[in-house]
């Protein structure tokens, strides 16, 4: 006779800590109506300007563009608060960390006021914390925008969730070479694709493009 199949019904583990609040701060960010733009730039710069300063990444000059384009179009630096939409001066740039324990954003705070050696040195400090379990309630609260990286794991294009109540996050994918038409002909160039994911409560499509097109100009003549 045949023996009956035994069925694998799974382990069942409950959301904890750092994976339940990001769990519900999602599903809030899922129910909001975004929309998303994306933008490809050249990082040929963006590679150049991390080399003058020790230990500094792309994603160093990723938060400092950002920061920069934030108080360009301040209309981005925004949260949404219910049914009022609450602005800041400074921008306070969210970095997303994967952990053993779940995604956390460290925040950078002040960011448009750092040079990029100020922004490097903080991020090894806040990134190597948020790894360790390290971090306070101060480098997790009061962020205005968040940066989320996932180009060094080979993704080249993602659409990010806002992280609420901010208004607005991008999603930077891998930068990869491709063959460029320029006025001197064809050149081979890392481009990189950045789509930002907007919550139109406060964003419409003309801002969000603005924004884009500020941090486009900032990564391509960072110094």
């Known amino acids: ?14 959301l904890k800590g750092m994976r339940r609040t990001a769990a519900r701060r ?16 050249d990082m040929t710069e963006a590679s150049r300007a991390k080399e003058v300063v020790s230990g500094a990444t792309v994603t160093d000059v990723l938060v400092r563009a950002t920061a920069h384009a934030l108080t360009s179009v301040p209309e981005v630096n ?41 922004i490097a040195l903080r991020r090894r400090d806040i990134v190597g914390r948020a790894r360790t379990g390290g971090l ?17 794991l080979g993704v080249t294009r993602f659409d990010a969730i806002v992280n609420a109540p901010q208004a607005a996050i991008l999603a930077v994918g891998a930068t990869i070479r491709r063959n460029v038409w320029t006025e001197d002909g064809g050149a081979w160039r890392p481009i990189a694709e950045l789509t ?10 003309a801002v969000a493009a603005r924004f884009l097109a500020a941090l486009k100009s900032e990564l391509e003549a960072p110094l």
Request: proline fraction near 3%; hydrophobic fraction near 40%; charge should be negative.
């Open 196 to 205: 930002l994911t907007s919550d139109h409560r406060a964003l419409d499509g």
């Open 136 to 152: 306070g309630r101060e480098d997790i609260t009061g962020g205005t925008f968040t940066i989320s990286n996932l180009g060094m």
């Open 26 to 41: 999602m599903v809030v960010a899922w129910e909001a109506p975004v929309f998303h733009l994306t933008v490809e730039v």
């Open 78 to 118: 925004v949260h949404v608060d219910g049914e009022a939409v609450v602005s800041f001066q400074r921008a306070h740039v969210g970095i997303a960390v994967a952990t053993e324990k779940g995604l956390t954003v460290p925040i950078i705070h002040n960011a448009d006021q750092l040079d990029l050696e100020e």
């Open 1 to 14: 006779m045949t023996q009956p199949l035994e069925l694998d019904e799974g382990q069942r583990t409950e």
